[in-house]
């Protein structure tokens, strides 16, 4: 079955490190989105892509970039963690064309100490 | 403002009552509607979807949609126990391959 995962699934690390989360679909998606979400904010859109080479800032971007390289990834960097990055991030997808429904990743729970 | 708006309870309803969740909308673009069921710790799950006014049922859920109004709702008869959950409502705008959002009505059906 197709799907979507994301990894690690927690992680701790400490302010000022640089992290990657990772984000693998196989539903042969050209769009994908990574959202943030923490208590009193929803979610929240960091930054999505449309497709290989595509890449584009959501509401929140700050202090995160992403790359799509190929249709099935689009990792989620953090360039030098801060507290405020505390959160849990989901990665999502979706066709293209049309009415179209957006798929999520199980999530990635990020402690930043 | 908000491009989609809910109320985030919590709301409470009895077993087997029904239970009503609403939001509403801002862009007058958005075209396509969804609702997800998100348990605690658990990624948001899509349970309905909604383009064209009026209802569209699915077992025990019922989806409406009043473009005019800018008002989308999901109905859940026979709630269960099981249905106790956060439920997020999405809009997205046709073609343009962005979500919007609302921050989610928290559900409890108590036995």
């Known amino acids: 079955d197709a799907e979507i995962t994301q990894s690690p699934r927690h992680k701790i690390t400490e302010t000022g490190r640089q992290v990657t989360l990772a984000c693998h679909q196989t539903?042969?998606?050209?769009?994908m989105f990574w959202y943030r979400q923490d208590l009193g904010h929803g979610l929240r859109l960091i930054h999505y892509?449309?497709?290989?080479?595509?890449?584009n800032k959501g509401e929140v971007s700050d202090g995160y970039s992403v790359s799509r390289s190929n249709t099935e990834d689009l990792p989620l960097t953090l360039e030098s963690a801060a507290s405020s990055q505390t959160s849990v991030y989901f990665c999502?997808?979706?066709?293209?064309?049309?009415?179209?429904?957006?798929?999520f990743g199980e999530g990635s729970r990020l402690t930043v100490l | 403002q908000k491009e989609v708006e809910q109320n985030s309870g919590p709301l409470s309803v009895p077993e087997g009552a029904i239970a009503s969740l609403n939001c509403t909308y801002s862009?007058?673009?958005?075209?396509?509607f969804f609702w997800y069921r998100q348990y605690s710790g658990k990624s948001p799950e899509l349970i309905m979807s909604?383009?064209?006014?009026g209802d569209k049922e699915d077992g025990r859920f019922t989806a409406q949609l009043n473009k005019a109004s800018q008002y989308v709702s999901l109905l859940i008869r026979d709630s269960q126990p099981s249905d106790s959950a956060t439920y997020l409502c999405?809009?997205?705008?046709?073609?343009?391959?962005?979500?919007?959002f609302g921050s989610g009505t928290k559900l409890n059906v108590k036995p």
């Open positions: 999502a997808s979706s066709d293209s064309g049309g009415h179209r429904e957006l798929f």
């Open positions: 539903w042969n998606h050209n769009n």
């Open positions: 892509s449309y497709g290989v080479h595509d890449t």
């Open positions: 862009d007058r673009g958005s075209q396509s």
């Open positions: 909604i383009y064209s006014n």
């Open positions: 999405a809009g997205a705008l046709y073609n343009f391959n962005k979500f919007y």
